[in-house]
């Protein structure tokens, strides 16, 4: 244990032994996250919903890898523990070390996680600085994820409700698609009529000892496609406006919105990431970039296999291009959507709310 986490627990449990005396606020919730300096995704949709009939109270912080950052990161585990503690529930997307280690047993904690599934291995059960403990219960899109998110997050499989995530309700909307994809044609032209490849890796690494990325040569791929073909690419958000080679066919959506990048795209060509479950909703081609594959799975582990996906796997750009020419149907894409996907008639954030309101109605 480092000296800053010695000192951190010894002023935390200074504070918890006074705040042990104080009461828990019945109609109080509190929204955390360590990503975003603002409410965004999941939690903004609850918020927005239940902002009139609660009383809401906020801790955000947007961690980075900084003198400064560490110092207010201190701080504002102070203010955790006492938010924590003093409200009727907590609502996170990501792991806390606050709630794992200095809550109430009287405070109920919902946690949203931040994906709609999980190929990397996660949680307790991979190396942690902490064990993840105290949580209420798990959301989640399918039965498929609860014997998965019981090892990770240490909960009983009952704890892991799979009643689906606010933020995929627009991806079964109508409505939105089309207004985001004329929103995007309209700020990018020259997309229009052309056939879209999504680039949308996750990171390697980690936070601690750094990010990176795996070769992407989109000429290459480009070379064997013809004109009509366009790649656009977007990057986690944890390593910034990383950019590919400048290519007069090549367009950096760093700066946009994934989902919103769903609606225009063809294709997506991704890797260990998440957002491939996200993207099964509208029913369209995807590929697995993996040249790392067999040393990712030794390293950190998979949940998923995703040689047992039965999707088109490349381990070089020119197998891509074949793909794309040769793409072998998208009924394999309807299955898993359905083995992800438990309910699909977006109102997710209805039944996200209705469970937040039989939690704090419950004494």
């Not at 990503?35 to 801790?59: A, G, N, P, T, W």
């Not at 794992?100 to 307790?124: E, P, R, T």
């Not at 995929?168 to 929103?183: A, K, M, S, V």
Request: aromatic share 14%; proline share 3%; glycine share 2%.
């Amino acid at each position: 244990m480092t000296l800053q986490k010695i000192v951190l627990n010894i002023v935390l449990s200074i504070e918890m032994f006074f705040i042990k005396f104080m009461p828990i606020k019945q109609n109080r919730i509190t929204f955390i996250s360590l990503e975003d300096d603002k409410l965004s995704s999941d939690m903004k949709l609850i918020y927005d919903q239940i902002k009139d009939k609660y009383e809401i109270k906020l801790c955000l912080i947007l961690y980075k890898k900084s003198l400064w950052s560490q110092f207010l990161y201190f701080f504002n585990c102070m203010k955790q523990l006492y938010l924590v503690n003093t409200s009727k529930m907590v609502i996170l997307h990501d792991n806390n070390y606050v709630v794992s280690n200095y809550k109430k047993k009287d405070v109920f904690v919902l946690q949203l996680w931040h994906a709609c599934g999980a190929i990397k291995k996660f949680g307790n059960v991979i190396e942690r600085t902490y064990p993840i403990a105290n949580y209420d219960a798990v959301l989640s899109t399918s039965s498929y994820w609860k014997g998965i998110y019981s090892q990770a997050f240490s909960v009983s499989e009952d704890q892991v409700l799979p009643i689906g995530l606010p933020r995929t309700d627009e991806l079964f909307d109508q409505e939105w698609i089309q207004n985001q994809r004329n929103y995007l044609f309209d700020k990018y032209p020259d997309l229009k009529d052309k056939k879209i490849i999504l680039y949308a890796p996750t990171f390697r690494g980690n936070i601690y000892k750094g990010f990176h990325q795996i070769n992407f040569d989109t000429k290459k791929i480009l070379d064997h496609l013809t004109d009509e073909y366009v790649i656009i690419y977007k990057f986690h958000p944890l390593v910034g406006n990383y950019q590919l080679s400048v290519h007069n066919r090549v367009y950096n959506m760093n700066c946009e919105d994934t989902h919103a990048l769903f609606t225009i795209s063809d294709i997506l060509i991704s890797d260990y990431s998440s957002i491939i479950f996200d993207y099964m909703i509208l029913n369209k081609p995807l590929i697995f970039y993996i040249p790392d594959y067999q040393e990712y799975k030794k390293e950190l582990g998979v949940f998923v296999d995703i040689e047992k996906l039965n999707l088109p796997i490349c381990q070089s750009e020119t197998e891509i291009s074949q793909v794309i020419i040769n793409y072998p149907g998208i009924s394999q894409i309807k299955i898993l959507r359905n083995t992800f996907f438990e309910y699909q008639d977006g109102q997710s954030l209805k039944r996200v709310v209705d469970c937040i309101d039989n939690a704090m109605s419950n004494s």
